[in-house]
């Protein structure tokens, strides 16, 4: 379950603490508070209106993982798991739910019987054609409000972002010794 970020923290309130508690100055965070309530409105209105089409982020996201993989067998639901960052168990659900709505399949490897690919259906290839137009132009809506030059260095800002992530995992590989 995730929250709703409803309003952002005071811009004092952000200057206190980042003063107090690191060397960065205010505008690290602030922009960082600004990324996380875009973060937490787009999540809550995706959520939304995936909700229209009888589907959840999560099982949206399956879909669209499966639709864009180029390889015929699928994936295997760890494989599933491991790319959208989810126990296998939780995925377990997730995939019982698509295949009960006739999205997916699962279908066994033929060499290696205890091996099981999760498949797109027709059924589930036309629910991503039926949902993909509008998602992509609410996202194109959205982001419209940005010139070219401004959406580039938007993107390498937010690479750079990503690309520092790796100190939280270091973080939680240090909570599981």
Do not use: W
């Amino acid at each position: 379950m995730s929250f709703l970020l409803k309003e952002l923290p005071e811009d004092e309130a952000i200057k206190e603490f980042s003063s107090r508690y690191t060397k960065l100055g205010s505008p690290y965070f602030e922009a960082l508070m600004r990324l996380l309530k875009i973060s937490s409105d787009l999540e809550h209105n995706m959520e939304a209106y995936f909700q229209t089409h009888g589907l959840s982020d999560g099982r949206y996201s399956i879909l669209m993982l499966l639709f864009r993989c180029n390889c015929p067998q699928g994936f295997s639901q760890s494989e599933i798991a491991k790319k959208m960052c989810v126990s296998r168990a939780s995925m377990t659900s997730f995939i019982d739910s698509l295949e009960k709505d006739g999205y997916v399949v699962r279908k066994p490897d033929t060499v290696d019987r205890r091996l099981i690919y999760i498949q797109l259906t027709p059924k589930g290839h036309k629910k991503v054609e039926a949902v993909l137009p509008e998602h992509m132009r609410m996202m194109a809506q959205f982001m419209k409000c940005i010139n070219k030059t401004e959406a580039e260095q938007l993107y390498n800002i937010l690479d750079k972002l990503l690309g520092n992530l790796k100190i939280f995992e270091q973080c939680d590989s240090a909570k599981k010794e």
